[in-house]
């Protein structure tokens, strides 16, 4: 599936940030249908991922599948010769990163789980902030998915975009596909990233157990961070905002 030049730059786009078809056809120059054409084989391979967009329903986000990359790397490796297979990766040096803000519409599940992630997971060495376009108070059901994960929510409140205008950043990262319409510019070049996650909300009942796509939702979020911060610091973060 790499071995196809258009193909390595599409999943080489993707590994940065969600995008749309023509998106990618902006970013790779390439006619639609023929991007449209290796965007079906990667996901037939299972490389990459369709979401329907919640901003718009015609509209679809693809997204790469980094766990399974990883995987596809190792058999290949080991196919190869045994000695190729591919060793754990070593002990990350410690991180230390420019301050990265999330954005969701309602700050008050995604966006504060992700932030409290990073907290955590950098151990207070990437600054992370979050907030919203339309903020509503922080669901219990991200306190209690995050309290089985560990980490504590306390202190953490929804807030408004604009709490941080003019404020440089150098990660903004939206969850939402809504909020990516309307998020405003900030200064200092910061690397714009998407990543299509659903509303764990939407579909939420009353019952007292955590919804499961509250937990979806963090297993999602646990995986891109993980994956995002062994990039922090590197000189591949920077990423191309497509109109």
Not at 152 to 164: L, N
Request: hydrophobic letters at 40%.
């Amino acid at each position: 599936m790499a071995a196809d030049p258009l193909r390595w730059r599409l999943l080489g786009e993707l590994a940065h940030s969600d995008r749309r078809v023509r998106e990618l056809v902006a970013l790779v120059g390439q006619p639609q249908n023929l991007v449209s054409y290796h965007l079906g084989r990667l996901r037939a391979s299972g490389l990459v991922v369709a979401r329907r967009s919640s901003f718009d329903g015609r509209d679809t986000y693809y997204r790469l599948d980094l766990g399974r990359c990883g995987q596809a790397l190792a058999e290949a490796g080991a196919a190869v010769h045994p000695a190729l297979r591919l060793a754990p990766a070593p002990p990350a040096p410690p991180l230390k990163g420019g301050p990265v803000l999330f954005l969701c519409t309602g700050n008050s599940a995604r966006s504060q789980v992700a932030e409290a992630m990073v907290r955590v997971r950098a151990e207070g060495r990437v600054p992370a902030f979050s907030a919203g376009s339309q903020p509503k108070p922080l669901h219990p059901d991200a306190e209690r998915v995050m309290a089985a994960r560990g980490i504590e929510m306390a202190g953490q409140r929804s807030k408004h975009f604009s709490v941080f205008a003019g404020r440089r950043f150098s990660h903004v990262i939206t969850l939402c596909d809504r909020v990516r319409e309307v998020s405003p510019d900030f200064p200092g070049r910061p690397a714009y990233i998407h990543w299509s996650v659903p509303d764990p909300a939407a579909s939420a009942g009353k019952q007292e157990d955590t919804h499961p796509g509250f937990e979806s939702m963090a297993a999602e979020l646990e995986t891109r961070i993980g994956f995002w911060l062994a990039t922090v610091g590197s000189a591949h973060t920077h990423v191309q905002e497509v109109s």
